[in-house]
């Protein structure tokens, strides 16, 4: 989905739209909104108006902060790379994306659309599901399951701070994609919550 109108145009739309709304004509808000939900669904929708979001987000220094936090998570969880000639690029090993990298490339354009493109117009969240930290803590990763031709696990590859853990489904560590499961290169890992930043991290034993 590229954007074919300036930035200005898109929020003069969408604030008439809005005001319609509120005048009686739920109809173009309806519309407005679907679109809207198109952008965040598109997996591409940020990579093809890169250099327009950016030019907005230029203009503005919160919407430049907005921008700025969206890409550097987008970054730390090896979703998008920036290429020397400005470009960004979905990391992706397959031309299918997955489920889990969708819904962050989503993540990432709810930050465009409601911090840069249209600020004080579109209200979202990006808080993580609440769990019961008796259960759980929170993750500063993604993890992307693997799966063999009958359809078992066969482990996991886990991105962080722009690079890659691999594991076996027994959550072993492996040195690499290739890695013999059975030899030297295995590692098992321990958990344990940070003291000073209070987040849950891994740390393979040994070390």
């Known amino acids: 989905m590229a954007l074919r109108e300036s930035n ?20 173009a808000a309806a519309v407005i909104g679907q679109a809207l939900v198109a952008m965040r669904r ?7 108006n890169a250099k327009l979001i950016e030019g907005v987000a230029n203009a503005d220094p919160q919407a430049r902060g907005a921008l700025a936090a969206a890409l550097s998570e987008a970054e730390f969880l ?4 920036k290429a020397e000639d400005g470009s960004y690029k979905i990391l992706s ?5 997955s489920d889990n990298l969708r819904y962050h490339l989503g993540q990432l354009h709810l930050a465009v659309i409601g ?11 990006s808080r993580p599901y609440l769990v019961d930290p008796r259960l759980t803590t929170p ?8 799966y063999n031709a009958d359809g078992e696990l ?7 701070d722009k690079t890659r853990a691999v594991f076996n489904r027994n959550g072993m560590l492996l040195d690499g994609m290739l890695a013999d499961e059975e030899g030297d290169s295995v590692r098992a890992v321990k958990y344990q ?10 740390y393979p034993i040994g070390e």
């Open 193 to 202: 919550i940070a003291e000073k930043t209070r987040r849950l991290e891994m």
């Open 115 to 125: 911090g840069v493109l249209f600020p004080g117009s579109v209200q979202w969240s």
């Open 93 to 97: 090993n397959s031309p299918q994306l």
């Open 8 to 27: 200005g145009g898109h929020r003069a739309a969408l604030k008439a739209a809005l005001g319609e709304r509120r005048g009686g004509g739920p109809a």
């Open 42 to 48: 598109d997996p591409e929708f940020f990579v093809d």
């Open 139 to 146: 993750k500063y990763w993604r993890d992307v399951y693997r």
């Open 154 to 160: 066969d482990g996991w590859t886990r991105y962080f």
């Open 78 to 81: 090896s979703i998008l790379r």
